[in-house]
């Protein structure tokens, strides 16, 4: 069975994800770091995103390449984990980029289908009760304002000693925010049927008891 949840950057959907999927047993599968993962290998192959275009052919060909597995909830790509160098503001943004690409996202949703058959596991990304799962027996949709969001990231990002200001940070979610709800493929948008979840006065185990109070009503039950 899959469980879906979607929702803004810096909404605090990857923590409840993560919480939600260790209380009910199920496999967590973080379609962001997919995202990252493919936008540092086209990085890393010198392609211009900036310039898609003229670089459509190579983009497929390299994308078809990209091979995923999940392994203890941590995404896996070509048999690397790559997650320690993804979660830089380039990364956000060059992942963010590289999810209007076509090539990309059918890649990633073919890629998504696979790891997910057969399992009980929760989607978390932007596209999942939308596009990849819409029948998923249960869907979140988590939102919150975006000075809560920046002052969360701020907050996470001087944890390792950036420098980086407020305002800085504030433009930037509002800047994603943005690419992911104006990409013409799978726009970021709430799934029909989703529980939605404003986070933005919520502590979290107010949250994951509105996740618990939503999978008991689907029979699905904490361990
Ligand atoms: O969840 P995240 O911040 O790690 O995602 C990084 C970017 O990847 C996000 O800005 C848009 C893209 N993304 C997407 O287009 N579709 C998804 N299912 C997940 C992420």
């Known amino acids: 069975m899959t469980i879906t949840i979607d929702g803004y950057a810096g909404t605090g959907k990857s923590t409840a994800a993560r919480l939600l999927a260790e209380a009910i047993g199920y496999e967590l599968l973080n379609t ?8 540092e290998v086209l990085d890393r192959e010198g392609i211009d995103l900036e310039h898609v275009p003229r670089a459509v052919t190579k983009i497929r060909n390299i994308v078809k390449k990209c091979h995923f597995e999940l392994r203890n909830n941590i995404v896996f790509i070509n048999g690397e984990d790559r997650n320690a160098h993804l979660r830089t503001e380039r990364m956000n943004a060059l992942a963010s980029k590289v999810g209007t690409f076509k090539e990309v996202r059918e890649h990633l949703k073919a890629e998504q289908i696979r790891i997910a058959t057969g399992k009980n596991i929760i989607c978390e990304g932007r596209d999942q009760g939308t596009v990849v ?10 939102i919150a304002n975006a000075e809560v969001r920046a002052l969360r990231r701020m907050l996470d990002l001087e944890k390792i000693n950036s420098t980086e ?10 800047a994603r925010d943005l690419q992911d709800e104006t990409r013409e493929l799978d726009p970021l ?7 939605r979840i404003d986070t933005s006065t919520m502590k979290i185990d107010e949250v994951l008891m509105k996740m618990f109070t939503a999978c008991q009503a689907v029979n699905i039950f904490k361990l």
Request: net charge positive; glycine share 6%.
């Open 133 to 142: 799962f819409p029948k998923a027996i249960l869907k979140f949709f988590f």
């Open 189 to 195: 948008k709430e799934p029909a049927n989703a529980v």
């Open 32 to 39: 962001g770091a997919m995202y990252r993962a493919i936008g």
């Open 165 to 174: 200001s407020y305002h800085e940070i504030y433009d930037q979610i509002i």
